[in-house]
């Protein structure tokens, strides 16, 4: 049975800037997961599991000030970033692995207003940035191929075992996404209107290096390319 082990602790932080005007508020919080993943092929038969940690954090600060004008307003940050090793397991060994990592920042900011006894208005404003990586395992896991097949795959035709670097990897993915959203709320008597509308805008790119490695499928009956067991 593989290990498995948990941590995770946060701190949080708020108080006023100027008495019933401005307040502020900040949060950090990190997690850390010890865990394995177990591995079953006869070409490796000592080859029981495989560490395959995770590591998360997340970050955020918001402040908020009720102008003299009325208007409420606020600003909020936040960032997110984990990072984790898989993609193997059972017949396929840690070399072909991928470390995924992820970042995520966020800002957003928004205005409320009332412009009359019966209307308010409530604009918005967000912006996205995410960062994506799909890289190869480090040298350590890199190292547990058949040996003499350092840098190209290898796939047994018994579907027992998978070894080598993934054809999928490296690759990369970002985007990037803003927002203006205005909404509006009418009230007479016992009757409400919601209006509004919102302009979006997003930029994805994606840099996928497929079939960078080479990747050959063996059989039992060239021995010469397969360990023996």
């Known amino acids: 049975q593989p290990d498995f082990d948990r941590e995770q602790w946060g701190v949080s932080v708020g108080s006023p800037i100027k008495k019933d005007r401005l307040f502020w508020f900040g949060a950090f919080e990190k997690s850390h997961e010890s865990s394995a993943i177990g591995i079953a092929t006869p070409y490796f038969p000592d080859l029981t599991s495989w560490a395959a940690p995770y590591d998360e954090r997340t970050s955020n600060v918001r402040a908020d000030y009720n102008a003299p004008t009325g208007n409420l307003v606020f600003f909020r ?64 896991a890199a190292a547990v191929v058949v040996p003499g097949t350092q840098g190209f795959g290898i796939t047994t035709d018994d579907g027992l075992l998978i070894s080598g670097p993934p054809s999928s990897s490296p690759q990369d993915t970002s985007e990037k996404f803003s927002q203006f959203r205005d909404d509006q709320t009418f009230s007479f008597g016992r009757h409400t209107i919601r209006y509004g509308g919102d302009v979006t805008y997003r930029i994805v790119s994606v840099h996928n290096y497929v079939a960078c490695a080479p990747r050959f499928r063996c059989s039992r009956r060239h021995p010469a390319c397969l360990p023996q067991f």
């Open 77 to 140: 940050w936040s960032r997110n970033d984990n990072s984790s090793f898989g993609g193997f397991g059972g017949n396929a060994l840690p070399s072909v692995g991928v470390y995924n990592t992820n970042i995520t920042h966020q800002f957003a900011a928004g205005v409320d207003t009332a412009l009359s006894p019966r209307l308010t208005n409530a604009f918005r404003f967000g912006y996205t940035n995410f960062q994506n990586a799909i890289l190869r395992a480090d040298s350590e």
